[in-house]
Protein backbone atom coordinates (compact mmCIF):
# COMPACT_ATOMS: atom_id res chain seq x y z
CA UNK A 1 0.00 0.00 0.00
CA UNK A 2 1.78 3.42 -0.73
CA UNK A 3 1.95 5.33 2.02
CA UNK A 4 0.34 8.80 2.76
CA UNK A 5 2.88 11.27 1.21
CA UNK A 6 3.51 9.61 -1.64
CA UNK A 7 -0.32 10.01 -3.05
CA UNK A 8 0.60 13.79 -2.46
CA UNK A 9 2.27 15.65 -5.25
CA UNK A 10 5.42 17.22 -5.30
CA UNK A 11 5.89 21.15 -5.63
CA UNK A 12 7.86 22.55 -7.86
CA UNK A 13 11.12 24.14 -6.88
CA UNK A 14 10.50 23.28 -2.88
CA UNK A 15 13.85 22.28 -1.40
CA UNK A 16 13.64 20.96 1.91
CA UNK A 17 17.03 20.88 4.12
CA UNK A 18 17.98 18.82 7.07
CA UNK A 19 20.11 20.38 8.77
CA UNK A 20 21.30 22.00 12.40
CA UNK A 21 18.87 24.58 13.78
CA UNK A 22 19.58 28.08 11.90
CA UNK A 23 21.58 30.73 13.58
CA UNK A 24 20.36 33.94 12.43
CA UNK A 25 17.11 35.35 10.11
CA UNK A 26 19.25 36.35 7.44
CA UNK A 27 20.28 32.40 6.25
CA UNK A 28 22.32 32.23 3.65
CA UNK A 29 21.27 29.37 2.19
CA UNK A 30 17.76 30.60 1.87
CA UNK A 31 18.73 33.62 0.67
CA UNK A 32 20.62 32.22 -2.09
CA UNK A 33 18.37 29.74 -3.32
CA UNK A 34 15.07 32.38 -3.01
CA UNK A 35 16.86 34.96 -5.12
CA UNK A 36 17.41 32.09 -8.22
CA UNK A 37 13.44 31.02 -7.79
CA UNK A 38 13.53 28.48 -5.94
CA UNK A 39 11.41 27.73 -2.25
CA UNK A 40 13.84 26.82 0.72
CA UNK A 41 12.38 25.76 3.87
CA UNK A 42 14.75 24.30 6.93
CA UNK A 43 13.59 21.27 9.62
CA UNK A 44 16.24 20.74 12.01
CA UNK A 45 17.19 17.38 12.75
CA UNK A 46 20.21 17.86 14.67
CA UNK A 47 20.95 20.13 18.05
CA UNK A 48 24.27 20.88 20.15
CA UNK A 49 25.11 20.36 23.85
CA UNK A 50 28.00 21.98 24.14
CA UNK A 51 30.70 20.13 26.89
CA UNK A 52 33.68 20.76 29.23
CA UNK A 53 34.16 24.41 28.27
CA UNK A 54 35.62 24.40 31.78
CA UNK A 55 38.35 22.75 30.40
CA UNK A 56 38.31 24.36 26.87
CA UNK A 57 38.67 27.91 29.12
CA UNK A 58 41.75 26.75 31.07
CA UNK A 59 43.80 25.42 27.89
CA UNK A 60 43.32 29.12 26.31
CA UNK A 61 44.57 30.40 29.56
CA UNK A 62 47.62 28.70 28.57
CA UNK A 63 47.36 29.50 25.08
CA UNK A 64 51.44 29.91 24.60
CA UNK A 65 51.42 26.50 24.96
CA UNK A 66 50.27 25.69 21.56
CA UNK A 67 50.88 26.50 17.90
CA UNK A 68 47.46 27.51 17.03
CA UNK A 69 44.20 26.55 17.33
CA UNK A 70 42.35 24.44 14.92
CA UNK A 71 38.11 24.93 13.95
CA UNK A 72 36.91 22.25 11.74
CA UNK A 73 32.99 23.44 12.36
CA UNK A 74 31.55 26.32 13.47
CA UNK A 75 30.27 25.04 16.44
CA UNK A 76 33.90 24.27 17.66
CA UNK A 77 34.46 28.19 17.10
CA UNK A 78 30.95 28.97 18.24
CA UNK A 79 32.30 26.78 22.50
CA UNK A 80 35.41 29.06 21.94
CA UNK A 81 33.07 32.44 22.21
CA UNK A 82 31.29 30.70 25.37
CA UNK A 83 34.33 31.25 27.18
CA UNK A 84 35.23 34.30 25.45
CA UNK A 85 34.10 36.88 28.57
CA UNK A 86 37.62 35.37 30.12
CA UNK A 87 39.27 37.15 27.23
CA UNK A 88 38.20 40.93 28.02
CA UNK A 89 38.23 40.39 31.91
CA UNK A 90 41.82 38.82 32.08
CA UNK A 91 45.30 40.34 30.91
CA UNK A 92 46.43 37.02 30.02
CA UNK A 93 43.60 36.15 27.72
CA UNK A 94 42.54 39.11 26.11
CA UNK A 95 45.20 38.79 22.95
CA UNK A 96 44.48 35.28 22.50
CA UNK A 97 42.47 35.88 18.76
CA UNK A 98 45.21 38.28 18.05
CA UNK A 99 48.48 36.09 19.12
CA UNK A 100 47.22 32.48 18.61
CA UNK A 101 47.78 30.91 15.32
CA UNK A 102 44.05 29.65 13.48
CA UNK A 103 43.05 27.11 11.03
CA UNK A 104 40.11 26.18 10.07
CA UNK A 105 37.75 24.13 7.43
CA UNK A 106 35.14 26.80 5.12
CA UNK A 107 34.05 29.64 5.07
CA UNK A 108 31.31 29.43 7.75
CA UNK A 109 33.80 28.08 10.27
CA UNK A 110 36.13 30.98 8.84
CA UNK A 111 33.58 33.73 9.43
CA UNK A 112 32.46 32.34 12.72
CA UNK A 113 36.25 32.72 13.78
CA UNK A 114 36.86 36.41 12.35
CA UNK A 115 33.97 37.68 14.73
CA UNK A 116 35.78 36.36 17.84
CA UNK A 117 38.58 38.38 16.37
CA UNK A 118 40.80 35.38 15.01
CA UNK A 119 42.88 35.40 11.25
CA UNK A 120 41.87 32.06 10.17
CA UNK A 121 43.80 30.61 7.53
CA UNK A 122 43.42 27.31 5.01
CA UNK A 123 39.59 28.26 4.73
CA UNK A 124 39.63 27.26 1.18
CA UNK A 125 39.94 23.11 2.70
CA UNK A 126 36.84 21.62 2.03
CA UNK A 127 37.94 18.74 4.77
CA UNK A 128 39.50 18.15 7.94
CA UNK A 129 41.81 16.02 5.69
CA UNK A 130 42.81 19.04 3.16
CA UNK A 131 43.28 21.02 5.72
CA UNK A 132 45.66 18.65 8.06
CA UNK A 133 47.68 18.63 4.66
CA UNK A 134 47.75 21.94 4.37
CA UNK A 135 49.41 22.75 8.22
CA UNK A 136 51.56 19.47 7.83
CA UNK A 137 53.29 21.17 4.60
CA UNK A 138 53.12 24.81 4.85
CA UNK A 139 53.24 25.08 8.64
CA UNK A 140 56.57 24.89 10.48
CA UNK A 141 56.78 22.51 13.62
CA UNK A 142 57.89 24.54 16.99
CA UNK A 143 57.52 21.33 18.81
CA UNK A 144 54.22 22.83 20.50
CA UNK A 145 50.68 21.14 19.68
CA UNK A 146 48.01 22.24 18.55
CA UNK A 147 44.35 23.03 20.54
CA UNK A 148 41.77 20.81 18.65
CA UNK A 149 37.64 21.78 20.25
CA UNK A 150 35.79 19.22 18.29
CA UNK A 151 32.40 17.39 18.71
CA UNK A 152 31.54 13.94 19.45
CA UNK A 153 30.95 12.89 16.29
CA UNK A 154 34.26 13.98 14.87
CA UNK A 155 36.16 12.17 12.88
CA UNK A 156 39.98 11.08 13.20
CA UNK A 157 41.41 11.75 10.00
CA UNK A 158 42.96 14.76 11.07
CA UNK A 159 44.49 14.48 14.32
CA UNK A 160 45.92 11.03 12.91
CA UNK A 161 47.78 13.00 9.72
CA UNK A 162 48.99 15.84 11.58
CA UNK A 163 50.92 12.70 14.33
CA UNK A 164 51.90 10.79 11.08
CA UNK A 165 53.49 14.46 10.46
CA UNK A 166 55.43 14.95 13.53
CA UNK A 167 53.05 17.36 14.69
CA UNK A 168 50.95 17.51 18.06
CA UNK A 169 47.84 17.45 19.04
CA UNK A 170 45.13 18.42 21.96
CA UNK A 171 41.72 17.58 21.49
CA UNK A 172 38.84 18.59 23.35
CA UNK A 173 35.06 17.48 22.92
CA UNK A 174 33.54 20.66 23.47
CA UNK A 175 29.99 19.63 22.12
CA UNK A 176 28.07 16.80 21.72
CA UNK A 177 25.46 16.67 18.60
CA UNK A 178 22.00 14.55 19.13
CA UNK A 179 18.66 14.29 16.98
CA UNK A 180 15.98 16.01 17.31
CA UNK A 181 13.10 14.05 19.02
CA UNK A 182 10.12 15.44 16.66
CA UNK A 183 11.18 14.85 12.87
CA UNK A 184 8.74 12.87 12.19
CA UNK A 185 6.11 15.56 13.57
CA UNK A 186 7.73 18.36 12.14
CA UNK A 187 8.01 16.49 9.06
CA UNK A 188 4.49 15.43 8.83
CA UNK A 189 3.41 19.09 9.70
CA UNK A 190 5.58 20.60 6.63
CA UNK A 191 3.97 18.32 4.01
CA UNK A 192 1.14 19.13 5.15
CA UNK A 193 1.41 23.20 4.93
CA UNK A 194 3.70 23.09 2.22
CA UNK A 195 3.50 19.38 -0.12
CA UNK A 196 6.22 17.41 -0.91
CA UNK A 197 9.78 18.94 -1.78
CA UNK A 198 10.94 18.75 -4.75
CA UNK A 199 14.14 18.16 -3.32
CA UNK A 200 15.27 17.09 -0.05
CA UNK A 201 19.35 18.39 0.99
CA UNK A 202 21.09 16.75 3.90
CA UNK A 203 23.74 18.46 5.52
CA UNK A 204 25.36 15.73 7.34
CA UNK A 205 25.80 12.00 7.69
CA UNK A 206 24.30 12.19 11.35
CA UNK A 207 21.33 14.11 9.30
CA UNK A 208 20.81 10.68 6.92
CA UNK A 209 20.51 8.65 10.23
CA UNK A 210 18.47 10.70 11.81
CA UNK A 211 15.89 11.14 9.39
CA UNK A 212 15.99 7.27 9.19
CA UNK A 213 12.57 6.62 10.26
CA UNK A 214 11.17 8.91 7.75
CA UNK A 215 12.19 6.11 5.08
CA UNK A 216 11.45 3.39 7.21
CA UNK A 217 7.67 4.51 7.66
CA UNK A 218 7.52 6.01 3.97
CA UNK A 219 6.95 9.51 5.15
CA UNK A 220 9.92 10.00 2.80
CA UNK A 221 9.02 8.68 -0.78
CA UNK A 222 12.00 8.27 -2.27
CA UNK A 223 10.94 7.34 -5.76
CA UNK A 224 9.59 11.19 -5.91
CA UNK A 225 12.04 13.06 -4.38
CA UNK A 226 15.63 14.52 -6.10
CA UNK A 227 17.97 14.07 -2.86
CA UNK A 228 21.13 16.60 -2.69
CA UNK A 229 23.79 15.65 -0.17
CA UNK A 230 26.38 18.99 0.98
CA UNK A 231 29.22 16.20 -0.11
CA UNK A 232 30.90 13.42 -0.32
CA UNK A 233 30.96 11.99 3.58
CA UNK A 234 27.21 12.96 3.48
CA UNK A 235 26.37 11.22 -0.07
CA UNK A 236 27.84 7.89 1.16
CA UNK A 237 25.44 7.80 4.30
CA UNK A 238 22.61 8.27 1.60
CA UNK A 239 23.63 5.49 -0.60
CA UNK A 240 24.19 3.31 2.52
CA UNK A 241 20.74 3.60 3.24
CA UNK A 242 19.54 2.57 -0.58
CA UNK A 243 18.94 6.34 -1.50
CA UNK A 244 20.01 7.67 -5.05
CA UNK A 245 21.49 10.81 -4.99
CA UNK A 246 20.49 13.41 -7.66
CA UNK A 247 23.23 15.25 -6.81
CA UNK A 248 26.68 16.27 -4.45
CA UNK A 249 27.88 19.73 -3.91
CA UNK A 250 30.96 20.63 -4.95
CA UNK A 251 31.33 22.87 -2.15
CA UNK A 252 29.85 22.92 0.79
CA UNK A 253 28.16 26.33 0.48
CA UNK A 254 24.83 28.38 -0.69
CA UNK A 255 26.84 28.65 -4.43
CA UNK A 256 27.62 24.82 -4.12
CA UNK A 257 24.12 23.43 -3.60
CA UNK A 258 22.90 26.18 -6.15
CA UNK A 259 24.60 24.46 -8.67
CA UNK A 260 23.41 21.36 -8.46
CA UNK A 261 20.21 22.92 -8.32
CA UNK A 262 20.56 24.61 -11.35
CA UNK A 263 22.91 21.59 -12.64
CA UNK A 264 25.88 23.58 -13.71
CA UNK A 265 28.45 21.90 -12.08
CA UNK A 266 31.44 24.39 -10.35
CA UNK A 267 34.46 21.94 -11.21
CA UNK A 268 35.30 20.40 -14.52
CA UNK A 269 34.14 16.85 -15.30
CA UNK A 270 33.33 15.77 -11.47
CA UNK A 271 33.38 12.07 -10.94
CA UNK A 272 29.61 12.94 -9.07
CA UNK A 273 27.70 15.44 -10.35
CA UNK A 274 28.82 18.52 -9.12
CA UNK A 275 31.78 17.45 -7.24
CA UNK A 276 35.32 16.37 -6.82
CA UNK A 277 35.52 13.58 -3.95
CA UNK A 278 38.95 13.65 -3.53
CA UNK A 279 39.10 17.84 -3.04
CA UNK A 280 36.04 19.09 -1.74
CA UNK A 281 33.47 17.75 1.43
CA UNK A 282 31.70 19.37 4.09
CA UNK A 283 32.69 20.13 7.27
CA UNK A 284 32.35 17.93 10.44
CA UNK A 285 29.30 18.24 12.37
Known amino acids: M ?65 SGVIFTSPRSVQATALCGKAWKETNNC ?89 IEEDFDKFVQCEGLPEYVVYFSPSGVKNTKVLFLKERLPVQLIKFVAIGPTTQKELVSQGIDVFGVCSTPDPQGLLSVLLKEPLVDKPEIFGTRLDKKAEPDI
Open 94 to 182: KNIPSELRCFVVGKSTAEEARKLGFSPQFEEAGNAEVLADLIAQKISNDGRPFLYPCGNLKRDTLSMKLNDAGLGVKEIEVYETVSSPT
Open 2 to 66: ASFHSMQVVQKNLVLMFRSMKETDEDPYEMELSANSFIPRSIPVLAFNYTHLDDLAFHYWCYHDY
